[in-house]
């Protein structure tokens, strides 16, 4: 029988990182005991200033598509799931499929809020069981809430974050191998529409200068409370339902994974249908995840990532010298990428080796890792470290312009424009604290000793960084060689 098969993957997550102790200092009070115990979030990633919904789609659709090994041209149809779209309209995933190169293929969104991944998944699915002109069809779901957020709300400011994930189906027989979706139910309760929403900007409320004036509808609101047993008694009930479809029960399943921003909530379900809580998704953002079974992975002295596995490549065909490169004396590969384990196992990747600086002393430093401290705090948007052969470290810091003029006006700073804010006291003194502090974390040779802000952020149109917001080192070197050069002559 014909079924949908998945042939790759793709995520894209912001770079930008707000914890609870940054949302615990824009708030004004201590978030972290209720939001990391009951909520069970420690942080969440959010989109940069220029950072859009289509942005993060197509750079989760570009690494499905390679992940798939097919072409663009090879998608017969996009099925975009997103509540926070590129425009009211057009439709996003045309936006996509144009940045992406998919000429050949039709496209339409879908709005299903927290459920829109799985409604599209099951939409395409069908597409491709029920006609044989879809081969192969791209899924994306992409989420920019915090561009909706009133960061004074502690109920909704606390919750969302932003990303995208794309996975690539493809039309299978199953009866060659049982490979394929075995069931899906879809199910909504309309009675809680005016539950929760951005209820301004459509036709219900155009947005007028009033709204804006007001500030409340156009951004996230819980407007009245859900039942908790919307999901508890809910989620139970779809989950025995699509089992019964499968011919599977509860004890078949050895992985759930649930949509809901509540851990709390997700152990009462899981406890009160008596699966483990293990069999929840482990994963923890900013990682790539725990190695795999019979995988294992350690860090180097220098901080390379090391792996050995009888699974993994062993080897250049007839090039016993670049073999013997790739190895230690031990058998290790070296991946030539830099990392950390925590102690839950997850592994992070910090950088890569090739971009290592080595300052005049010998000493290296990875400029990612310094880089990734600084970034924490939600008011900077990049920061590019440098000083190969130097003595120590400068960096070139950027500004997400939204954050530092909300801060500004809420702090009663004057400026006519911008440019001029980059250049405050009052910035210059937040962001050299951050500098100290990120300082504190690391050795002395990874410090950063000097630093400036720059008036404008890194642009992907200027070749100064990626689609996916990572620097292009030797570019904005050049580009602002002279900036870096009065660094050094201070």
Same mark, same amino acid.
């Given at each position: ?173 199953? /009866?060659? #191998? @049982?490979?394929?979706?075995?069931? =899906?139910?879809?199910?909504?309760? !309309?009675? +809680?529409? &005016? ?104 860090? /180097?002295? #220098? @901080?390379?990532?090391?792996?050995? =596995?009888?699974?993994?490549?062993? !080897?250049? +065909?007839? &090039? ?171």
């Amino acid at each position: 029988m014909r079924n949908a098969i998945i042939i790759g993957t793709g995520v894209c997550v912001p770079e930008k990182v707000l914890t609870n102790d940054d949302l615990s200092h824009i708030l004004g009070e201590n978030i972290n005991d209720f939001v990391e115990t009951k909520v069970g979030i420690l942080e969440r990633h959010i989109a940069a200033e220029n950072e859009s919904a289509a942005d993060l789609a197509t750079a989760a659709a570009k690494n499905a598509l390679a992940d798939a090994g097919i072409s663009a041209l090879e998608i017969d149809l996009i099925v975009l799931a997103t509540d926070t779209p590129e425009y009211l309209s057009p439709a996003t995933s045309v936006v996509v499929q144009h940045r992406i190169g998919a000429k050949n293929a039709g496209t339409f969104d879908v709005n299903a809020a927290c459920a829109g991944f799985v409604t599209a998944f099951d939409t395409a699915a069908k597409y491709i069981v029920a006609d044989e002109n879809y081969k192969n069809i791209l899924v994306v779901g992409c989420y920019a809430m915090t561009k909706f957020l009133d960061w004074t709300d502690k109920k909704t400011a606390t919750l969302f974050a932003d990303g995208a994930g794309a996975v690539v189906l493809r039309a299978h027989d199953d /009866a060659q #191998d @049982g490979r394929g979706m075995l069931a =899906s139910k879809l199910y909504a309760d !309309g009675s +809680y529409a &005016e539950f929760m929403g951005i209820f301004a900007g459509g036709s219900k409320m155009p947005v007028t200068a009033e709204i804006l004036a007001e500030n409340k509808w156009n951004k996230l609101r819980f407007a009245n409370k859900y039942p908790p047993e919307v999901n508890i008694e809910g989620w139970q009930k779809i989950v025995r339902e699509v089992l019964a479809k499968a011919d599977l029960d509860l004890e078949d399943v050895s992985l759930f994974l649930w949509t809901q921003v509540n851990i709390s909530t997700i152990k009462i379900v899981m406890e009160q249908m008596k699966i483990p809580f293990e069999n929840a998704d482990d994963f923890k953002f900013g990682t790539v995840g725990k190695p795999m079974p019979m995988c294992s992975v350690k860090i /180097a002295a #220098d @901080g390379e990532i090391l792996v050995k =596995s009888s699974m993994m490549f062993s !080897g250049y +065909y007839k &090039e016993p010298e670049k073999t013997a490169a790739m190895f230690d004396e031990n058998g290790w590969l070296k991946t030539g990428d830099l990392g950390d384990l925590d102690a839950d196992g997850f592994l992070k990747i910090t950088g890569r080796k090739k971009e290592i600086i080595v300052l005049s002393s010998g000493k290296n430093v990875a400029p990612a890792l310094v880089e990734n401290l600084v970034k924490e705090n939600h008011l900077v948007s990049q920061c590019f470290v440098c000083g190969d052969g130097k003595s120590y470290c400068v960096a070139l810091i950027t500004l997400n312009r939204t954050e530092v003029e909300m801060f500004a006006e809420a702090n009663e700073i004057k400026f006519v424009d911008f440019a001029e804010l980059t250049r405050s006291r009052e910035i210059f003194s937040l962001i050299s604290a951050t500098v100290d502090e990120s300082n504190a974390r690391l050795s002395s040779s990874e410090q950063i000793k000097r630093f400036a802000i720059l008036d404008r952020d890194f642009s992907a149109d200027e070749d100064e960084i990626t689609p996916t917001l990572k620097l292009k080192r030797n570019v904005v070197s050049e580009r602002f060689k002279e900036n870096i050069k009065k660094l050094y002559e201070r």
